[in-house]
């Protein structure tokens, strides 16, 4: 526009064109990728500060990695947990579950049973052994996913399937997104589509908690893409500055769909490090190794729960898989970096440990999976009875206007008969109300 004046640098000017850096992942389809750079440090090699320490003391902690087990598929150093074999057990039962029920999930979403699914395959670790550091009673703010912690509370699995197929049975009604389940029960909050949601409100509940003088902590769980909202800014400052008992989980899988970390800054420095500037304890940890990230999270929990403060961890993981259902990871990264991602599959890691213990074994090791695949297999049709997604077998429609107020107030009751009364012109005596 001739009537304003031209602020960018010209040709001539001494002062240099000011430029931006658009970040660009590393590896494309096609490409081979070459993990050789990345420093993932030794087993065993990270100190154990104690748990009351001032993070200003323990800064080194949130670049680089702790790690548990070996190459040699034992357990080292400081933050071995000494877990007996039949907590670890447990916890490879769980990851088995989880990894079975994810497959079958999927599968049913291919054969439109469900809209939607979203897998946690790699990051199986991540959920269930740190819930298992937990108290069952603590409370969970999750991100979708982390079915590993219902399933590691003993959630019925029918409650989880009558919500991915929004039948009848579902306790929420098909109001939500499948697999954004709630279970008050279970001390597990309801799952949010709007990414980070749940940061402040984890530590608000555990400001709750604290001003109550409970002694139950709150955790939360967010994706290293949703770090990028202010709301996880919020949380972090609130935690900080009022000691909140929190433990807030960054899982870095390293995708937010098709963004890679590098937009949510990992470019620059570790998710971790962000503790750094609001003053929380960090840790940054193996997320594919089930016994780092159980130690961690009890560290966490033992530091929140003598009122030493919040702590900031992240798991260092991959995601295996695409997003969700509705996504197809070929299209924007390389198929081998999952092959080449040197921290290896938890699932694995943690059968071999147990192997190198001597307490268990490849036969063992089938008949989980066989016995979960099964459960799974049982569980879906029973669910299945409820109805799937299409077949009318769900709550009937009116009842969305429901559960809000105690007395529907009347413009409620008019937009309630209105919507069925256009319902039935458009689906004459066809659909269920
Ligand atoms: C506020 C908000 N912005 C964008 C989205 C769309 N969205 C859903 S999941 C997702 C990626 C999140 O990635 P990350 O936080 O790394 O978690 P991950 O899926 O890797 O577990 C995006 C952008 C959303 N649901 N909410
Ligand atoms: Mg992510």
Redesign the pocket.
Known sequence: MADRPDTRSQAGSNKPALALHVPEPKYRPGDSVDYSDLDIGEAGGQPRPDEACDPKDMHELAFGLVRVLGEDNKAHGPWDPKLDPETLRAMLGHMALTRAFDERMFRGQRQGKTSFY?KCTGEEATSIASSMALAADDMVFP???QQGILIQRGYPLIEMINQIYSNKGDKLKGRQLPIMYSSRDHSFFSIS????TQTPQAVGWAMASAIKGDSRIAATW??????A?GDFHSACTFAAVYNAPVILNV?N?Q???S?F?GF?GAERTTFAARALGYGLAGLRVDGNDALACYAAERWAANRARANAGPTLIEFFTY?AEG?STSDDPTGYRSAQERTEWPLGDPVMRLKNHLIALGEWDEERQDEMDRKAAEKVRETTKQAEANGILGHGLHHPFRTMFEDVFEELPWHLKEQAEQAIKEREIKFPGGLKL
């Open positions: 979203m991100s979708y996913r589509g709007n990414l980070a967010v994706g290293e893409g949703s770090t909202e899982v899988n995708w937010a769909i963004s970390s949510a995601r997003h």
